[in-house]
């Protein structure tokens, strides 16, 4: 099993949610998209939320990581207790100092070469702009862009795209890496660049990663397996990632 490394008052927990319920209103009526849902998450596992589409997964990591308003219920966060009660810029905050994305879609500045864009990020924390560059060029190197640090992103395929994210991601050396959907738009060659990349942010940086996906594939990697649809938890189960595991192409 990886290495647990403890932060926060949560102690093993990075992360821990309870009763977290969710509805959107459509028309008149309301649609309950999270029904009283409990999860927690350590660190150094990663951590994968499984789920048919439409079953609650992005809305679950945008509450857990306060972006989005859950309508009951509480999330406990490394030093924080009850999250949601913080004013929105101490949200902000808490997200900029502590937590990564990874998303389908990218996310990147479309005039900014791959090193520009981790060097921006680094910037907003405030570290000025020769440590900016070295953490920037380490974090590419980690993730084997170190001759594409020039490119731009029409310049990078969508493997090479989906790296840059995470570089940018882990060199704010995130405590809460949050992760959705991230191979889903990649071949299996670049989609298990991209989970063997998640695993080693676990287990070599700590991190309490939780990628949420409906690709079945990417169970191998993970330390934990919680199934979700419909808005409830299914089952939870712990199991002993294979690192070295192959993702077959689906296409
Ligand atoms: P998943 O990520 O598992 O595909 P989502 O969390 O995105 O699921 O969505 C769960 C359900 O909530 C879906 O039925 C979706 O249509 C609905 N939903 C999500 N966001 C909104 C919103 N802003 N307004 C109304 N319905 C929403
Ligand atoms: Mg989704």
């Not at 309508?71 to 999250?83: F, T």
């Not at 795209?161 to 405590?175: E, G, T």
């Amino acid at each position: 099993m990886s290495a647990t490394k403890t932060h926060g008052r949560h102690g093993d927990f990075a992360i821990e949610a309870k009763g977290l319920v969710k509805r959107f209103k459509t028309g008149r009526s309301y649609i309950e998209v999270l029904k009283g849902v409990d999860f927690d998450a350590r660190h150094g596992d990663l951590t994968m939320v499984m789920g048919p589409s439409g079953s609650g997964k992005s809305t679950l990591v945008a509450a857990l990581s306060g972006l989005l308003r859950p309508d009951e219920g509480r999330v406990d966060a490394l030093d924080i207790d009850d999250l949601w009660k913080l004013s929105p810029g101490r949200i902000d905050r808490f997200r900029l100092q502590n937590c990564g994305f990874i998303f389908q879609g990218f996310n990147l500045f479309p005039a900014l070469t791959a090193l520009e864009q981790v060097m921006t990020v680094l910037k907003y924390q405030g570290l000025d702009r020769a440590e900016a560059r070295r953490r920037a060029r380490a974090a590419l190197e980690e993730v084997g862009l170190g001759n594409r640090m020039n490119q731009r992103p029409s310049e990078l395929s969508g493997g090479e795209k989906q790296r840059v994210a995470i570089a940018r991601c882990l060199s704010k050396d995130p405590q809460l890496l949050f992760a959705d959907e991230p191979t889903s738009a990649l071949d299996g060659e670049n989609g298990q660049v991209v989970i063997r990349l998640l695993r080693r942010a676990a287990t070599e940086h700590g991190a309490a990663v939780i990628c949420v996906t409906h690709d079945p594939r990417l169970e191998a990697w993970a330390d934990r397996i919680i199934h979700i649809e419909d808005g409830r938890i299914l089952d939870d189960t712990r199991r002993t990632p294979d690192p070295e595991a192959t993702l077959a192409s689906h296409h």
